[in-house]
């Protein structure tokens, strides 16, 4: 349980995130990296961009995998190398182009033929040379909420796999391109590693392919998607990064040389974050008790968004428990952290937690409703 004497003074809604945590997270990644030959991660900034926890996995030595310019340059604010920064996205503007070209990040994924022609010309322009991967669409599926799917033929992104060897000429017939390597991202929060083993089968099907072809791949990028225990944040702080690695290492038939890139965001920062928010009022109404807090969605928009439930504790009182709605103070129906929470009894001034919110948590608030942005703490 967490100690509600630290949180003393401080003024909520706020995004408590756990120091040691995140250091044991990213040693236990660095750990089974070390295990495996050229593997490297690019932290998914996207699920958490707070420049002081940035620091902390810069210092341990990552890369990131940026989906806009705003977060290359956010990046490079946190001191990240640029040829540890590897850009995807669907909809890349021409300023963001132009920002990873001055900054000589490490590679663009990039996901259209048309975007392949803008990147050529832009670089051209710079007398640059811009390293290219190519986001294949593996059309897997992924056992999560279809939100967070991304790697089906339905989904926006990516390259079909029919159309990679066009995308690998016009690549290579490009003169200011250099085709590095394939880009695969499935989805987000999985757990069931047989969805990996599925695009560990893919990826095989179609280097072999290429190979027949004579065009071979220095990078592999596999993307992210490893997902937390959202139901036991205090049972297991860690995801099981051994099993995670050792899928893709039986899973993929790896060329000579060839460098894995991985690209996990919320399995490093999801379970070091919870956002504490204080009791405002108990309303007992005729046929539900609600729990009327001072952080709402615009705080923390996953269970709003994606129906997603994140563990809630009243961390002030010991009584014993009572059922209740856990709610925000926003004008909206769907402003509900959980219905039916069992709690030890709750009373204006408690303090709750609402865990594992350390990704997709604070880098979604909005000011909606006029509400003032949550401050987050490293501690
Ligand atoms: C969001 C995203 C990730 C990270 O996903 P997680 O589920 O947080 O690990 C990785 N790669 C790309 C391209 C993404 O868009």
Request: with cysteine.
């Amino acid at each position: 349980m967490m100690d509600v004497k630290k949180f003393e003074g401080i003024e909520t809604p706020f995004y408590y995130y756990d120091k040691a945590l995140l250091q044991e997270t990213l040693a236990a990644i660095k750990a089974e990296l070390s295990k495996h030959e050229g593997y490297h991660l690019h932290y998914a900034i996207k699920a958490n961009a707070n420049i002081d926890v940035l620091r902390v996995i810069q210092q341990a030595g990552f890369g990131v995998d940026a989906v806009s310019g705003g977060e290359i340059q956010r990046a490079l604010d946190a001191g990240f190398a640029a040829d540890k920064i590897v850009y995807a996205g669907v909809g890349k503007a021409d300023w963001e182009i132009n920002l990873g070209l001055d900054a000589g990040i490490f590679c663009f994924n990039v996901e259209s033929l048309e975007e392949l022609g803008i990147i050529n010309e832009l670089a051209a322009a710079k007398g640059k040379t811009a390293r290219v991967c190519f986001r294949i669409n593996p059309n897997v599926g992924a056992h999560t909420h279809a939100n967070i799917t991304t790697g089906l033929a339905e989904n926006k992104f990516g390259i079909a796999m029919d159309d990679m060897e066009t995308a690998i000429k016009a690549a290579l017939e490009k003169k200011n391109i250099e085709f590095i390597g394939l880009h695969f991202h499935i989805g987000s929060q999985i757990l069931e590693m047989g969805d990996f083993e599925g695009l560990c089968r893919r990826i095989n099907e179609l280097q072999d392919r290429l190979e027949a072809q004579g065009i071979t791949v220095k990078n592999l990028n596999v993307g992210g998607g490893l997902g937390i225990a959202y139901d036991d944040p205090d049972g297991k702080p860690i995801p099981d990064f051994k099993k995670y690695f050792d899928t893709y290492t039986a899973g993929l038939q790896l060329r000579q040389g060839q460098q894995m890139h991985f690209e996990l965001g919320r399995a490093v920062v999801g379970q070091m974050g919870s956002l504490i928010t204080k009791v405002l009022y108990v309303k007992h109404a005729q046929v539900k008790q609600f729990c009327i807090v001072d952080a709402g969605m615009s705080d923390l928009i996953r269970p709003a968004l994606y129906g997603a439930h994140h563990v809630i504790q009243n961390i002030t009182s010991q009584e014993p428990q009572e059922k209740y709605d856990v709610v925000g103070p926003i004008c909206e129906s769907s402003d509900v952290f959980g219905k039916d929470e069992m709690l030890p009894a709750c009373h204006r001034g408690d303090l709750i937690a609402l865990r594992s919110a350390g990704a997709y948590g604070e880098i979604m608030a909005c000011q909606y409703n006029c509400r003032k942005l949550p401050k987050a703490y490293l501690m």
